[in-house]
């Protein structure tokens, strides 16, 4: 028995994407935003990782078999003094900020997910593997960054090697996909005039015309919204972003409207009231550990070795320096002035008069990734570079490091070290610790 028909026209099948605002104008304008914005995140993400030192030691930076992709890596410099913060204010907020973009991007494609059949010739399963790695890869770095700059430690020690690899898979594949659609792209933009789009009411909204890129729906609804609408949202999520992200790292009175900021929006007042990232209780530093039996031990070549007491390091010649703490996170803390004894003057205690080596410093912390760094020589030769003992007038809080941390100009936070116990200068192997 036939099923009785309404109409004699065959009914399309109504599918899911029938936007009209679909096609390859309104996507290659969202690509345009994130073709100028990528290759700073990715530079500026690669700074970040050489900033890290990580060719030093196997504790700063635990990428196995970086190979090849370590060919870059230089000694970070310790001037300007607020080059990491403006790196990695640059780096977060910037990420954050893409996100609609990147998300828009993706809803405007989305159609090509699901074209039948999947894949029709090898060119096209190439192309459409490349897609897999570009949309994955993509989808991969937003989420580690994010969630690392949120909910740190969510990756204890592995957020670095998996955000750097992925980000070398995504910015190939990327680069494949420019380099095949940058044409296409080219002559989309030029299709419509970007003014006129910008005037044209939900209205007098019409579809772009029917093509081969399979981004505009074969049958389109009504618009709902017109081009304007869609990036104008897209560019108010945006701004509404970092208007809630740039406070961080920018500070002042900004800093009350990073409400997404992870650390310290309200960090307190007073000489220690600066974001911390991870307190003396969260680190399981125990207060009997920094009291009266608290020493600092020096260590140097040949076995030379100096233990000193609180009074002892006082009693050295104290110095001053005005820096920043600006995390891996994207926060950052305006100029602190922080006062104590010159990490070459401690290096000088143990057999180096002049031209320190590098050193690796390790903390009373008992456990975590952060316990240990290790520290360049340009970073230890550095007149400003400190193991702290004062911040802003005052002695550390517990929070802050007390009763010594290290400060280093231009250097991620995670190398600033707090509840310091021992530094070995020119440790041939800055291995594990036993
Ligand atoms: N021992 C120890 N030192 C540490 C950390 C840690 O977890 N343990 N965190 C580091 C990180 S990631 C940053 S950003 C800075 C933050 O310093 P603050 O908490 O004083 O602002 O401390 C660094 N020093
Ligand atoms: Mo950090």
Redesign the pocket.
Known sequence: MNAPRRTARPRLPAGPWRSPLRGPWLTSVFGAVLLAGLPVLFLTGLLSYAAYNPDLSPLNDKTPAKGLLGFYLFSWPTHPAWLYRLNQGVHVTLGVVLVPVLLAKLWSVVPKLFTMPPVRSLAHALDRLSLLLLVGGALFEFVTGLLNAQLDYLFPGSFYPLHFYGAWVFTGALAAHVALRLPRTVRALRSRDFRAELRTPTARTRPEPQDDSGLVSSHPAEPTMSRRGALGMVGLGSLALFAVTAGQSLGGPLRETALLAPHGRDPGSGPNGFPV?KTAAIAHIRPQDLGERWRLVVRGPGGRAATLTLADLHALAQYRAALPIA???GWSTENQHWEGVRLRDLARLVGYPSDPPGVFVESVQPAGSFRAVALRANQVRDGRSLLALRVNGAVLSYDHGYPARIIVPAA???MNTKWVRQLTFGASDFGEPA
Do not use: T
């Open positions: 990232n995390c891996v996170e991620p936070g995670v």
